[in-house]
Structure formats: C-alpha cells, structure tokens
C-alpha cells in the first residue's frame, strides 16, 4: 500500500454523525448536531454542564435513540441509531465517570468482565480472565497485580482497570468522562500518557474534561457544544483556554486581579505557629474582615488538613488559634461552627450534600438551631430562610422540595455555599469549591466569593489550581509538604511566577 | 501465604478462633474433642448450612430475606400433606415436592422485589409475616406426626465405633448438605451466572450498564434461596422426624448472624460458602461446648450473641487491617 493510499485512509472519519436531534419533555437537549471522530485521533468533547455532551455520548452509544433523519456512520456501516449491544459489539467504550466498577472483584475481573456477560450461562474461564486482563495492561504499559481486589487500588489505578476493560472490548473509540476530575497532577501526567500509548496504537479517544488545560495538552481537535448545539470544530493547535471558554459560554470573562489592600481591618482569624505532627507544622497568618485568603499547593500539601485543624474535626498538636481576638480549641466541628467557622468540604457531592434530599432540608442542614420556635421546627422560618438564600445566590432551582440531585453541579454548589452562610459564619472556607463544576458556573462561584467578601465575611480559599487562587483572593499562601512555602501578592506578582513556584 | 491473608482474611480468623475454642474446649471437657461428637456437630449443623449457603447467594446478590426458615416451615408442612395424598411416596418424589415449592416461595418474594420496587428487607418480613400466618391458620399450630416411614426412618451412611466406643456416623442430612454446599460453590464460583450475581451486588448501577439482567439475578439468587430452603426443610422433617408448625420460627436470624460472621456483607458484592459453613459450625461448636461444659441453656443465646458481636467486629475489620489487607487509602477517596 502506497504511502498517499495510507494517509487517504486514515482521514475517512471513524465515526460520523449527522443531524442528530434528542428532546426529552418538550426541551431539545440537542439541536441539528453533527460530530466526527478520526480513527486514533484524540478529541475533544468541550461545553457547560447542560450542554448536551452526555446527551451526545449517550445517542452514540444507543442509550438513548435520536429522532428521525439523524444518520449515525461507524466503521462504515449506517445506522439512523445505535443499541447499547450493537454499540459495545462494535467497539464503542465509555469509561464513566463513576467507572462503574466492582471493588469486590479482582483486577483481573474487572477488567475481563466482559467474559462472562452474555445470555447463555456457561463456566467462568479464571485463566483466560487473567491473560486477557494482563494482557490489556500490557498495552497501556502498567504492571497491576490482577489478583488482588480492586478495592486495595486508589482511584488513579482504578481509572486504569477502567481503560483496560475497554480494551478487552475491542475498542476502537474510548469515550472518557471528566477522567482526571479526582487525580492529583502527576496521576493525571500518567493518565495523558496513557491516552496517548492508546492512541497511537489506533484507538480513537474522545475526551470530556472541563480542566482546559489538559484538554489542550491532549487533543488534536476540539468540538464545542453551547445549549445543545454545534458551536464548531477546531484544531486544538493555536487554541487558548480564554478562547475555549469563550467558544463554550458565549461569553468573554475578565480575568482580572481582585486582590485589595487589607491593612488596618479588623483580624477575624489568626493562626499562630499551628503544628499537626507529621501533617503540617509550623503555620502562621491572619484572615481580616472581607478578605480572601488563598491557600495554594499540590494535593497532599497539608492544606486540607488545615483547613480541618481550623474547623475542630482535627485536633492541633500544638500552636494556637483567635478568633476575633480569643483563643478558640474546638473539641469538635459543632463547637467550631457554633464559634463561626463555616467550612464547604471539598468533596461536595459525598460529603457536603446529601443528594436524595431536597435543596431546602440540605439548605438548612447546619443552621437547624435558629429556626426552632419554642423547640419546634418552625415550617415558615425554613421556607423563609430557603427562599433569602436561593434569590441571594442566583441558585436556579425548580421548587424547594425538589431533590437537590436534581440540580446541576455550579447549583448544587451554590446550595452547598448557601447552606453554610445560614449559619452566619464569621469566617467561610472553601475548599476547592470549583472541582467538578464547569467555567461558567466557576464564574459564578467566584461572583458570589466576591460578594461575601464585600459584605465582610473573612474567607479562606483551598484550591490546587493557581490562576483561581490569582484571580480571586487578596493574598495568597502556597504551601508544600505540610509547611509556609511562599507568601504571594497577585497584585505585585505575575501568575506564572506562582505557577512556576507551586508546580515546581 | 499473604496473599491467602488477602483473599480469605474472614475464613482465616474465623478458622483460627473454632481452632482455639475447640482446644479450649477440649482441654477442659472430656467428650468434646472425640471424633463422635465431631460428626455429632455436623449433625447437627447439617440443617443451618444448607440454609446458610441458600442466604449467602441472596446476600451476595445484594439482598436480604427473612422468610426463608418460615418458608421452609411451609415446604415441611404442604410436602407431608401431598405426600399423604399419593399414598406416601419416597426420597425422590419428596426431594421434587420440597424443592418445587421452595423455589416457588422464593420466587415469590422475587417477583415482589423486582416488579413492585420493594427492597428486600421489606418485602421478605411480609411474606414471613404471610408465610408464618397462613401455615399457623390451616395447621391450627398442630404438628404432624405421621410422617411416612421412609421419611422418618434414620438413614446412616456410614457408621463405625471408634475406639473409645463413641460412634462415627454420616447420616444423610450431611450427604444433603455436602451436595448443597458444593452446587453452591459451583454456581457462585465456577458460573457466568455467578459472578454476574456478585457483580450485581457489588455494583447494581456497573452490572446494568454491562447489560446484567437485574430481574434474572434477583430470581436466581431467591430461588436459590428458595431451592434450599425446601431442601432444608425436608432434612430438618427427616431429623426431627416430625412436623411442628413453629419448629423453623427464628431460626432466619441464627443463620443470617452465622452467614454475616462468615464474611458475606449485608449490601452485596461480598461472602463465600467456606466462610459460611464455618460461620455455622463457629455457632454450633459454641453451643455445643457450652452445653459440655454444664452451662445452662437459658444462657445460650446471651452467649452467642456476644460472640457475633465480638467475632464480627474482629474478623470484618481490626484483624484483617492487623494482616495489611486494609483498603489503600487513595488521596480523595
């Protein structure tokens, strides 16, 4: 075969769609879309949460079924729609977000399970599990023992069992939701290596991410979907992460500096020489009225650790806290939240909230004790409360006794932000408020940071990613292996000197 | 040998602790460590694992049930009326009657998890509370007792004194149970069925997107359930040598505390039938060696709880995190 016959061939798109329309409940989820993968390419899936891109990948891999017209082209047969059967069959994987695995099981099993689905009962082939499942790390480089539970594994190497199981299914495109959204930066290194070995031996990837910056690393093209719709398709080369957002929101965002002059306010929070052995050691600062700390540094710093010392759940081995003047030893959180310390746990989704719930018992989940009247619950302050909060944060939110998983991610944030500010905390700290949630909504986020601010709530700002902390708070401490590392003005220093210092 | 610590951490503890308790018990009684009251012991406990393997697929599948020992009470009582109606009938024919309305009691309670969205806890004390009641309204609580005489009769398979003239004997309740015991391990261990069952448990949104069918899984494992219970429920006839309406009442909760004990998790995903029967004869060898050792019985239940308490809060976390098979702590999970 020629070279140009080669090359000819590797251009004809691997999948192809056409025309696809999906509505559910009178609302179109997507709206005349058409979307292309190159067979091995990498590409990128980008748009806002409502988008449409799970809509999308879901009409692919016919679990749900477009209206009529759509023509859906795949390895070069046509279809007007895809089953879950013919789909896998044909080698469309998705790694959920959830993975969707067994932790019971072995790694072998997980990855070989594919072997012993299918209708007709039959015996369970131990020895081909295992060789099909070493044999699928091996092609991702990685060397797993396949006989221990997948329960032994931390969710990075999770995520691995997760690809190798697509691979077992003879997959030709590999779909991945938000793969990196709970990895720390080096296990996120490896996963982009591992995209890349997986593509280069001619599985196409189709990456959903809302950290732009990855998805500029990783892709060679970018499709973007606003309110349902095509926006384009772009080379990823010559992209900017200020562009991507842009294509995907519709709106131009002024990334500008807040940071103020604090001197002379009253201190609401000082720390003095906090130690936890062997956690973190040694931190001093001070939080004043209408500031924004950020605390900055990569995972395993010491900053969630600290952010629990200062709201009671962790016990400080020595050093002191004042709150507003008074030295504070909280026994536990209750102490700490009845003192005033709000704290928005950093992962929200388990933690923070309780999803079956409705947003208004989630609202005033922490604040119980100022809507009791003679020791009842009163119905009518709850409402009340519920109802201040969600106009004062914009939450968008169908009625208050809805289940809060019914709610996207930014207003499920929201609610989780609101549910603390009811208790009227003197000092709020977030703790990587904006993972999972995507650029409009982070937008939001920190509007309504901002606005606390201005209003004169203190507040301590957690998050791994640099330009928030930059963007959004007056001073920002970045920490490295439990300790102070550097203290930093975003208004004398430029972004990529911090980036340079906390990714060193 | 540590990666025997991994996969069967339970079975090792629980092996350990019977090993201890037995020389204890040996020591400081005459008769419990002779070979006569080993096969006593299985005797004994023949009934209890064809019932516990039976809940252990239920468990695993990610369900519960309470109406099994009941149920059986009702496969006791409707197989000896039948029996009656056909002029007697033997082994064979009994085996068929008994399994065929265990399963279909079992069944039942499947066809009310998966069709109404009942979870199982639910639906399973309601039909014990159905099951219970309508054997009690048409027994009037009379018990049977004439059984036919094959069915009475005390079937030993093989019998040999020993030495110290204590008498080995196998009888057929243990031939019964060994062959439950094995067909279990067979299906959850050696199937596609089977794993599809522990998958299922462990993970019901992963199994479904793998195109598992929920419905089938939930009839498998209650009619395997179901399956034993019939089958126990013969035995224990055939042990007793009659049929007393209540005989069966309570004993869902002895089995369930010995399955739990041996490893299998309430919630799915996890338990192996080794680990059940030595979840059983842990209870059995407990009650045996105290009633050696003159306890009063009345104190029997105390005791046995306890031990639950103590061997499940030991063996389900402290001991197999002493032997490392702790969970790696990831960083955000």
């Known amino acids: 075969m020629t070279e140009a016959l080669d090359r000819g061939a590797a ?116 020895g081909r599990m295992r060789e099909a499942a070493t044999a699928a790390l091996k092609r991702l480089g990685v060397t797993l023992d396949v006989d221990r539970p ?93 562009r991507i957002t842009e294509l995907m929101t519709g709106k131009m965002f002024d990334q500008t500096v807040r940071a103020r002059p604090m001197e002379g306010r009253p201190v609401v929070l000082e720390v003095d020489r906090l130690t936890r052995a062997g956690l973190f050691e040694d931190i001093s600062f001070t939080v004043r009225q209408g500031e924004t700390l950020a605390i900055t540094g990569l995972l395993g710093a010491g900053r969630t650790e600290l952010a629990l010392a200062l709201f009671g759940m962790l016990r400080p081995t020595s050093g002191s806290i004042r709150l507003e003047g008074r030295p504070v030893r909280f026994s536990s959180n209750r102490d700490a939240i009845r003192a005033g310390i709000a704290y928005l746990s950093e992962d929200r989704l388990s933690l923070g909230l309780i999803q079956p719930q409705s947003i208004a018992d989630n609202l005033v989940m922490a604040s119980y004790d100022r809507l009791l009247t003679g020791g009842l619950l009163s119905e009518r302050r709850k409402r009340d409360l519920v109802a201040d909060w969600i106009r004062r944060l914009a ?110 | 040998m540590p990666k025997a610590l991994h996969s069967h951490g339970t079975e090792i503890v629980l092996l350990a602790v019977i090993v201890v308790l037995s020389l204890g018990l040996g020591l400081s009684t005459e008769r419990f460590l002779t070979l006569g009251n080993a096969f006593d012991l299985l005797n004994i406990s023949a009934v209890n694992i064809i019932f516990a393997v039976g809940l252990l697929v239920v468990l695993i599948a990610g369900g519960i049930d309470i109406s099994f020992a009941v149920a059986a009470s009702v496969v006791q009582y409707v197989t000896a009326v039948i029996l009656g109606s056909i002029g007697g009938g033997e082994w064979i024919s009994g085996f068929l009657i008994a399994a065929s309305i265990g399963i279909l009691l079992g069944v039942f309670n499947a066809f009310l998890i998966h069709t109404f969205k009942i979870i199982s806890i639910v639906a399973t004390i309601a039909t014990f509370n159905i099951y219970f009641g309508l054997l009690m309204f048409f027994t009037r609580g009379v018990s049977i007792y004439n059984l036919p005489d094959w069915l009475t009769t005390r079937v030993i398979l093989f019998e040999h004194q020993t030495a110290d003239g204590s008498w080995i004997e196998i009888t057929l309740p243990v031939l019964v149970m060994v062959v439950c015991v094995i067909a279990t391990s067979f299906l959850i261990g050696r199937t596609t069925i089977g794993r599809q069952l522990y998958a299922f448990g462990d993970n019901p ?129």
């Open chain 1, 150 to 242: 997948l329960k032994d594994f931390p969710i990075a190497q999770r995520q691995i069992v997760a690809i190798a199981r697509a691979l077992v299914g003879e997959a030709r495109i590999v779909f991945m939701d938000e793969p990196t959204a709970s990895l720390t930066q080096s296990e996120t290194d490896c996963l982009l290596d591992i995209v890349r070995t997986l593509s280069a031996s001619g599985v196409a990837v189709v990456f959903v991410s809302h950290r732009l910056a990855e998805v500029l690393e990783i892709s060679s093209r970018l499709t973007v979907l606003r309110d349902g719709a095509l926006v384009g398709v772009y080379p990823t080369e010559g992209m900017t992460q200020s």
């Open chain 1, 11 to 126: 251009q004809r798109p691997l999948l192809s769609l056409r025309d696809i329309n999906v509505t559910f409940g009178g609302v179109r989820a997507l709206k005349n879309v058409s979307f292309e993968v190159l067979p091995g390419e990498v590409h990128c899936l980008a748009g806002e949460n409502g988008s449409g891109k799970s809509t999308l990948i879901k009409v692919i891999t016919g679990v749900y079924r477009p209206e009529p017209g759509a023509v859906i082209e795949y390895g070069g047969e046509t279809y007007t729609h895809m089953s879950p059967v013919t789909a896998q069959a044909a080698g469309i994987q998705v790694i959920w977000q959830d993975l969707a695995l067994f932790p019971e099981m072995s790694v072998a099993e997980n990855i070989a399970f594919q072997t012993v689905v299918g209708r007709r009962p039959r015996l369970v082939d131990y």
């Open chain 1, 395 to 504: 939450v968008k939110i169908g009625r208050q006794e809805d289940a809060i998983s019914t709610l996207s991610g930014g207003n499920q944030q929201r609610v989780a932000i609101a549910k603390w500010l009811a208790t009227n905390p003197k000092l709020l700290i977030l703790d990587s408020p904006t993972v999972g949630v995507d650029v409009g909504a982070r937008a939001g986020i920190f509007d309504i940071v901002a606005k606390l601010a201005a209003e004169g709530l203190a507040i301590i700002l957690i998050t791994d990613e640099v330009p928030e902390a930059y963007f959004n708070a007056d001073r920002v401490l970045h920490m490295a292996n439990g300790r102070m590392a550097n203290w930093f003005d975003p208004r004398a220093t430029a972004l990529a000197d911090i980036e340079a210092a906390v990714y060193a």
């Open chain 2, 205 to 333: 949104e992963g199994a479904r997107r793998f195109g598992i069918d929920i419905g089938a899984m939930q009839y498998i494992a209650f009619g395997w359930l179901g399956l034993m219970a019939g089958i126990g429920g013969l035995v224990q006839a055939h042990y007793a040598q009659e049929v007393v309406p209540n005989a069966l009442y309570g004993r869902e909760l002895d089995v369930l505390a010995a399955v739990v004990l041996g490893g299998a998790r309430l919630g799915g995903g996890k338990g192996t039938v080794i680990g059940c029967v030595l979840g059983v004869l842990l209870i059995s060898i407990t009650q045996n060696g105290l009633n050696l050792l003159g306890v009063s019985p009345y104190a029997f239940k105390m005791i046995v709880g306890a031990i639950i308490l103590v061997a499940i809060a030991l063996s389900n976390s402290r001991l197999e995190r002493l032997f490392g098979t702790a969970r790696s702590q990831g960083a955000r999970s």
